[in-house]
């Protein structure tokens, strides 16, 4: 046998100048493309792809600009992944960052209509890792096209980035100015600078319940101390950090009280906090948040105790709390009804008549009805609302991930992407609905700064995933009796913070989630309604048939209130009628902290299969002149009404109350209305009169007792059938 001969091992110094010079030769022979000038336009937008791996790596993992994730395909040769820009691209540049399971053969193509396909790159000798590719291609659409594999495995990309401009022209820009009702605090503020302008926003929004004011109170990363916050409406507060650790206010207080009201929280509507620490001044027992309907807490961090009640306790009638940390007791005191997810308490003081718990550590056991405490242990599905923060020094939206069977709070580091401001057409008041949807069209999401929005044609949110997000309680108005604003039957669309006002003209409806007879899954990535409430009359005379049409399966509805106007201007039975506040008729259906008050026909309206609502709060009409006027042949409509055809429907937590407060001698039949089937099941009922003006004479179909009286008592029932 012949022994090879052991070569001389070399001088370290002769070793790295062999590789320098073996680099250098690369780099001659192979010409490294430089960083693209153009702007990213594939970050957020709409991915698809011949195959994944599991539902653990879907393509929309490749374009949310998050290197924790990923997607990945089946274990077979061709796959490919594919994004859809939104609009035509002039391509300059593509990234692809590959996870350890590489393609060695792919193309780079582009196509005008994802159908018709250009080759501009293409190899048979990838090397994996991070390979920067400059190209030349024009197409709405942009495919990695894997044709060869490295491993076993499937093709798997951390991110798939593409560079271009918009063909045609310059396009619509996206970011820009928040506008002037956007206030930004700094920590290197003095106290008196940031606590005058608080003061001033404060006194034009304190008792303006019907007014035109609108604010967004901005709070960059730090702490500040000394604060006092007091939120009026139309007034948003939020902290601009990752994490609700990263904004400190200490020794502060943020506020909701009812002395404008005297001492009455029932209409503390339109206003909210989110995102940031607050500890309050040493000898505070607790801060006070005594808000009524949509007025949500979110993603706070509350060093003490959290009283939800007014001082002097006066009356307060319901709200919602999510993604929160509870450093201490939760304290409801008067607060009727009350709905708290996947949050964090030390412990609930009491209820009133119904308070409902899932995935919240700390809540209490069920209770219902003595005390009338329901709790689910984990929330079936959830995704927190997107929210506005500081990456380093420049704005961007972190849109978190989806959840299944949740529990506790999401941060720090919630899961999820970001999307740079500059993939938003930031829209100020006086923009046309033309503009704002040629800046869909373009693949932009959507950012309403303050203020109030007339549209005389419908907004269309035809891309999935696309966000639409409002800030300081944008409001759209529509006129002309046109749908403000509709979502194709695409996955993952969110839609947050915003007020939809009827217009004088009656709208069919004011937000529609797919169109009729919308068929697709969307059960991995659904579309999400968030924060987004409703209101016809009460800022003057409106009208609209429904308030939101939902015809998309596995649609989320996550903190919704419909409210027909029992005050303010232009309201009356026939002043502003609005027939009902929610008509489902996409297959399950999920709506955690539904609140539908004082529509003329059924209020909701449930035709889908397989529908689940966790918490319903609920008012009947007040002013329904007489019996027949309301209804004839039954007395009245139930508030929350499953069709005759559905087989399965449940909900949990469910209250509806009548004040008759026109004609006393109104009767509503019943609260609940759903056919007798095996798979149709409620928990936790409850139906009540105040002050006995009027009465309800069962809970549910003909089963429950009569709600009527002035002490009101509350009628419940655990469960049925």
């Given at each position: 046998?012949?022994?090879?001969?052991?070569?001389?091992?070399?001088?370290?110094?002769?070793?790295?100048?062999?590789?320098?010079?073996?680099?250098?030769?690369?780099?001659?022979?192979?010409?490294?493309?430089?960083?693209?000038?153009?702007?990213?336009?594939?970050?957020?937008?709409?991915?698809?792809?011949?195959?994944?791996?599991?539902?653990?790596?879907?393509?929309?993992?490749?374009?949310?600009?998050?290197?924790?994730?990923?997607?990945?395909?089946?274990?077979?040769?061709?796959?490919?992944?594919?994004?859809?820009?939104?609009?035509?691209?002039?391509?300059?540049?593509?990234?692809?960052?590959?996870?350890?399971?590489?393609?060695?053969?792919?193309?780079?193509?582009?196509?005008?209509?994802?159908?018709?396909?250009?080759?501009?790159?293409?190899?048979?000798?990838?090397?994996?890792?991070?390979?920067?590719?400059?190209?030349?291609?024009?197409?709405?659409?942009?495919?990695?096209?894997?044709?060869?594999?490295?491993?076993?495995?499937?093709?798997?990309?951390?991110?798939?980035?593409?560079?271009?401009?918009?063909?045609?022209?310059?396009?619509?820009?996206?970011?820009?100015?928040?506008?002037?009702?956007?206030?930004?605090?700094?920590?290197?503020?003095?106290?008196?600078?940031?606590?005058?302008?608080?003061?001033?926003?404060?006194?034009?929004?304190?008792?303006?319940?019907?007014?035109?004011?609108?604010?967004?109170?901005?709070?960059?990363?730090?702490?500040?101390?000394?604060?006092?916050?007091?939120?009026?409406?139309?007034?948003?507060?939020?902290?601009?950090?990752?994490?609700?650790?990263?904004?400190?206010?200490?020794?502060?207080?943020?506020?909701?009280?009812?002395?404008?009201?005297?001492?009455?929280?029932?209409?503390?509507?339109?206003?909210?906090?989110?995102?940031?620490?607050?500890?309050?001044?040493?000898?505070?027992?607790?801060?006070?948040?005594?808000?009524?309907?949509?007025?949500?807490?979110?993603?706070?961090?509350?060093?003490?105790h959290l009283s939800l009640t007014p001082t002097g306790f006066g009356w307060a009638s319901g709200g919602y709390i999510a993604d929160t940390k509870v450093n201490g007791q939760l304290q409801p005191f008067s607060q009727q009804q009350w709905y708290t997810r996947n949050s964090n308490i030390q412990?609930?003081?009491?209820?009133?008549?119904?308070?409902?718990?899932?995935?919240?550590?700390?809540?209490?056991?069920?209770?219902?009805?003595?005390?009338?405490?329901?709790?689910?242990?984990?929330?079936?599905?959830?995704?927190?609302?997107?929210?506005?923060?500081?990456?380093?020094?420049?704005?961007?939206?972190?849109?978190?991930?989806?959840?299944?069977?949740?529990?506790?709070?999401?941060?720090?580091?919630?899961?999820?992407?970001?999307?740079?401001?500059?993939?938003?057409?930031?829209?100020?008041?006086?923009?046309?609905?033309?503009?704002?949807?040629?800046?869909?069209?373009?693949?932009?999401?959507?950012?309403?700064?303050?203020?109030?929005?007339?549209?005389?044609?419908?907004?269309?949110?035809?891309?999935?995933?696309?966000?639409?997000?409002?800030?300081?309680?944008?409001?759209?108005?529509?006129?002309?009796?046109?749908?403000?604003?509709?979502?194709?039957?695409?996955?993952?669309?969110?839609?947050?913070?915003?007020?939809?006002?009827?217009?004088?003209?009656?709208?069919?409806?004011?937000?529609?989630?797919?169109?009729?007879?919308?068929?697709?899954?969307?059960?991995?990535?659904?579309?999400?309604?968030?924060?987004?409430?409703?209101?016809?009359?009460?800022?003057?005379?409106?009208?609209?048939?429904?308030?939101?049409?939902?015809?998309?399966?596995?649609?989320?509805?996550?903190?919704?209130?419909?409210?027909?106007?029992?005050?303010?201007?232009?309201?009356?039975?026939?002043?502003?009628?609005?027939?009902?506040?929610?008509?489902?008729?996409?297959?399950?259906?999920?709506?955690?902290?539904?609140?539908?008050?004082?529509?003329?026909?059924?209020?909701?309206?449930?035709?889908?299969?397989?529908?689940?609502?966790?918490?319903?709060?609920?008012?009947?009409?007040?002013?329904?002149?007489?019996?027949?006027?309301?209804?004839?042949?039954?007395?009245?409509?139930?508030?929350?009404?499953?069709?005759?055809?559905?087989?399965?429907?449940?909900?949990?937590?469910?209250?509806?109350?009548?004040?008759?407060?026109?004609?006393?001698?109104?009767?509503?039949?019943?609260?609940?209305?759903?056919?007798?089937?095996?798979?149709?099941?409620?928990?936790?009922?409850?139906?009540?009169?105040?002050?006995?003006?009027?009465?309800?004479?069962?809970?549910?179909?003909?089963?429950?007792?009569?709600?009527?009286?002035?002490?009101?008592?509350?009628?419940?029932?655990?469960?049925?059938?």
């Open positions: 046998m012949e022994v090879a001969p052991v070569p001389r091992p070399r001088r370290r110094g002769a070793l790295i100048g062999l590789v320098l010079t073996l680099i250098a030769a690369l780099t001659a022979a192979t010409p490294q493309p430089a960083l693209a000038a153009d702007p990213l336009v594939s970050q957020g937008k709409a991915a698809t792809a011949s195959s994944t791996e599991n539902g653990t790596f879907p393509a929309s993992a490749a374009v949310d600009g998050n290197t924790a994730s990923r997607w990945s395909s089946a274990f077979s040769d061709p796959q490919w992944i594919q994004i859809d820009l939104g609009a035509s691209y002039a391509i300059s540049q593509v990234v692809l960052n590959w996870e350890a399971a590489y393609a060695t053969g792919y193309q780079i193509q582009t196509s005008a209509d994802g159908s018709a396909w250009t080759t501009i790159a293409s190899t048979t000798t990838g090397t994996g890792g991070i390979q920067t590719l400059a190209v030349s291609g024009t197409g709405r659409y942009v495919r990695m096209n894997g044709t060869a594999r490295a491993t076993p495995y499937g093709y798997s990309l951390w991110e798939f980035q593409v560079f271009g401009t918009t063909t045609g022209g310059p396009g619509i820009p996206g970011g820009g100015s928040l506008g002037p009702n956007v206030l930004v605090f700094d920590p290197s503020m003095s106290t008196a600078s940031i606590q005058s302008q608080l003061n001033t926003v404060f006194s034009q929004s304190e008792t303006q319940q019907f007014g035109g004011q609108r604010y967004e109170l901005l709070f960059k990363p730090g702490t500040y101390n000394d604060l006092t916050a007091n939120i009026g409406f139309y007034t948003s507060i939020a902290g601009l950090g990752r994490n609700p650790t990263d904004v400190n206010l200490n020794s502060s207080n943020v506020t909701v009280d009812a002395g404008w009201f005297g001492g009455n929280a029932t209409q503390n509507f339109w206003r909210s906090t989110e995102n940031f620490s607050v500890t309050p001044p040493a000898g505070t027992a607790y801060e006070r948040w005594a808000v009524a309907q949509a007025a949500p807490m979110r993603r706070m961090n509350i060093n003490t412990m609930n003081l009491n209820a009133v008549w119904n308070n409902v718990f899932t995935g919240v550590v700390g809540a209490p056991a069920t209770s219902f009805p003595n005390p009338p405490i329901t709790t689910l242990a984990t929330t079936p599905i959830s995704r927190e609302k997107p929210y506005l923060y500081l990456d380093g020094s420049n704005y961007a939206v972190w849109v978190p991930s989806l959840q299944t069977n949740s529990s506790n709070v999401t941060w720090p580091n919630t899961p999820g992407s970001s999307i740079p401001l500059t993939q938003f057409y930031v829209a100020h008041p006086g923009d046309s609905a033309a503009t704002i949807n040629a800046a869909l069209a373009q693949g932009l999401n959507l950012l309403f700064t303050p203020g109030i929005y007339h549209v005389n044609q419908t907004i269309n949110v035809n891309r999935a995933n696309t966000v639409v997000m409002g800030l300081g309680y944008a409001t759209i108005v529509p006129d002309g009796g046109v749908t403000p604003m509709t979502v194709a039957d695409v996955d993952g669309v969110k839609i947050s913070s915003l007020l939809f006002d009827a217009g004088t003209t009656n709208s069919a409806n004011l937000l529609q989630i797919g169109p009729a007879g919308s068929s697709a899954g969307h059960a991995g990535n659904p579309t999400s309604v968030q924060d987004v409430f409703f209101r016809i009359g009460g800022a003057g005379p409106g009208a609209a048939t429904n308030s939101l049409l939902v015809n998309s399966n596995n649609t989320l509805l996550d903190h919704i209130w419909a409210w027909r106007a029992d005050h303010g201007a232009g309201v009356g039975w026939t002043t502003n009628p609005a027939a009902s506040g929610l008509i489902v008729n996409g297959n399950n259906v999920l709506a955690l902290g539904l609140f539908v008050e004082h529509y003329q026909n059924y209020q909701v309206q449930w035709n889908g299969n397989g529908g689940r609502t966790i918490f319903f709060q609920n008012e009947m009409p007040y002013d329904p002149p007489t019996q027949a006027a309301w209804r004839t042949g039954t007395n009245g409509y139930a508030a929350y009404k499953v069709a005759n055809s559905v087989t399965t429907h449940e909900a949990w937590g469910m209250g509806s109350y009548c004040y008759f407060n026109v004609n006393p001698s109104i009767v509503a039949a019943r609260g609940f209305e759903a056919p007798n089937a095996s798979g149709v099941r409620f928990h936790s009922l409850l139906t009540v009169s105040l002050g006995g003006v009027g009465s309800i004479t069962n809970v549910i179909n003909t089963t429950g007792a009569v709600a009527q009286g002035t002490d009101t008592v509350p009628s419940y029932l655990v469960a049925y059938p």
